[in-house]
């Protein structure tokens, strides 16, 4: 019987029942100790393991908007003190607009204990820990734990798995911030956090958030937009709703991710700011609640798309296009009802198509990237280059070199000659390409929204906005009385195909000149090199023979200058292009004359400065942009204005791949460019500018500022 009571208490005490672990409907948690027996007065530490079920999460110790911390109650034998709970560093969660600070998959809340000096026997640790456990809703959950441990002469470490369990948690834990930090409070009451984090690489660091320890002080729902420079990082922040004046020392975590030779690391780190009376923060480069940058919703997207893909009728790059389907339909006067109606729905078909294609494209690359954006595709040099031979070959079929048959689906014959069901179709799908470029009124804002949400919503969206572009010729297809407006057919036809030759090269040129921009003088050499291959092919395929051998020689001549051409697109270097704002190498396809180039952190000092700002995010591909150049930005009287209002002009380049500026799009739920943003003086948030632009709109805006003087 003494040896039965000796072996009960030994497996009482043992590790083996030192573990309690509570499990609930979302979260599993586990109290474990560092070590298997402790010793007297020599401190350990124990943890509260918490495995969170998937898409779930529970609270850090500032929750942030809503939500509860983890608390644990101990209930400690007389003399064992318990410290508070080392948390680790938090992730950010952002449900429905309200913006919470917690953990989600596992964490380990850290607590040291500590034993009275004369302790004897066993250890018993009691405690009652609740925590709340969200998603869509949020649960109330708790648990009562009871870890039971021997004490020894010495402390003995637990097992293998568990030592490794805590070093996972340590190295989840803030460390001390090696750098000062203080903060300053504007006229406004927001507060700056400056960390003299000096020497930092500006393009190296990303992410950068500053969790603050307590709720009140700093708001959590508006957005952080930090900027590094050489003197360090600076955050401005919004006050929060505390009531109590800002506390002399601001405490939180710093987390930023830092790319390194090893990839990109994140890292945190505890910092308590000083409150700095000197230090007033003027307005800043926050891009948060931008004037015109309000988000919209799906019924809001669906009509601006409509309205956008219908306004893109009129704009540049789609003109030829659609010059060629308005001859091609003139060409239908005097033919059935039935067959203008089927040319018209197969060329409103040939539209949706191509923008349901596209909307996979956008679906599978943000599945695999992360993010995509409008316009994508021009800033891939091989892209360039075979848009460059659709329209040259286009072009030399307008010009009447050569008739497609069948066999390749009557793409250049049914665009303008016969203007056939599936050259209507073709023609539709051509209209979509080279309308990518190019952005309309409306636009912007449905394609930042379309590009952010669901698959179905983005399909929705881009298909009205496919649907907006070919309404106007649907409607004519189906409206008799708009038919007999048409001009009847006759000579003026071919000669209408043959003028319409001209835009399709000027397009062809056009971009050759983009595909410079993005890989230099070669590819010049590439274009015009596979062009004549190209035309020379054709060549072949037309010049008559009799000869079966001799037809078949040509055609695998014709085949091999075909692929000889395509092959160039081998010889080009795909990848991802340093952009030019990143490299501080200028791009030659878009001019910086008269211009600084973008930079966040230029952006900021003189926003901060109180300078009126204005930028200009293009590229040398958007053919909108580089109109808006012309007729609004780089007239006289808008350089005078500019000049005479002492605004800092800023531009950034986005022909090429700009991590920088594609995080300012995303930031102001914009898909692509142009984007226009004009600071006034003093001014806390900027103004976005439509993204068509008249020399007037340029200068009312301006005009602001010489009154503001007065």
Known sequence: ?????????????????????????????????????????????????QTIRPKWHTYWK???????????????????????????????????GITNYGFKDESVLLVRITPPANLSGPLTLAAEANWLVCEDVCIPEEGRFELVLPSGAAATPASPETRTLFEQARRALPTQSPWPARYGVSKAGDPTLLVEAKGLKAGAISDIYFFPAEWGPVATMAKQNATVTAKGIRIPLKKGDAKTAMPAELAGTLVLTEKTADGSVKQAFDLSARLDPAFVPTATASLANAVGAEEISLVQALLFALLGGLILNLMPCVFPVLAMKAAAFARLAGHEQSVMRRDGIAYTAGVLISFAAMAGVVIAIRSAAGEVNWGFQFQSPVFSLLIAYLFFVVGLNLSGVFEVGGRLAGVGQGLVSRGGTTGAFFTGVLAVIVATPCTAPFMAAALGFALSQPAPATVAVLLAMGLGLALPYLALSMTPALQRLMPRPGAWMDRLRQFLAFPMYASAVWMIWVLTQQTGADGVLYALGGMILIAF?????????????????????AAAAVLLAFAATLKIDDSPATAASASGAASAGVSFEGWERFSRARMAEAVAAGKPVFVDFT?????????????????????KAFEQAGVVKLKGDWTNRDAEITGVLKELGRAGVPLYLFWAPGADRPKILPQVLTESLILSELSSIQQAKR
């Open 62 to 96: 500032n929750p942030g908007e809503s939500g509860l911390p983890t608390e644990i109650a101990w209930k400690l034998p007389e003399g064992v003190r318990a410290d508070p709970i080392v948390w680790p560093a938090p992730s950010r969660f952002d449900i429905g």
């Open 537 to 557: 092919a054709i060549w072949l395929l037309r010049i008559g023979s009799g000869a079966p051998a001799g037809t078949w020689v040509r055609r695998g001549l």
């Open 1 to 49: 019987m003494g040896r039965f009571l000796a072996f009960l208490l030994v497996l009482l005490a043992s590790p083996a029942f030192a573990q309690s672990v509570v499990q609930t409907d979302h979260v599993r948690s586990e109290l474990v100790a560092e070590v298997a027996t402790v010793k007297p007065g020599e401190p350990f530490w124990v943890g509260l393991r």
């Open 619 to 639: 590229a040398a591909w958007c053919i909108t942009c580089l109109v808006n150049e012309r007729v609004a930005l780089e007239v006289p009287a808008v350089r």
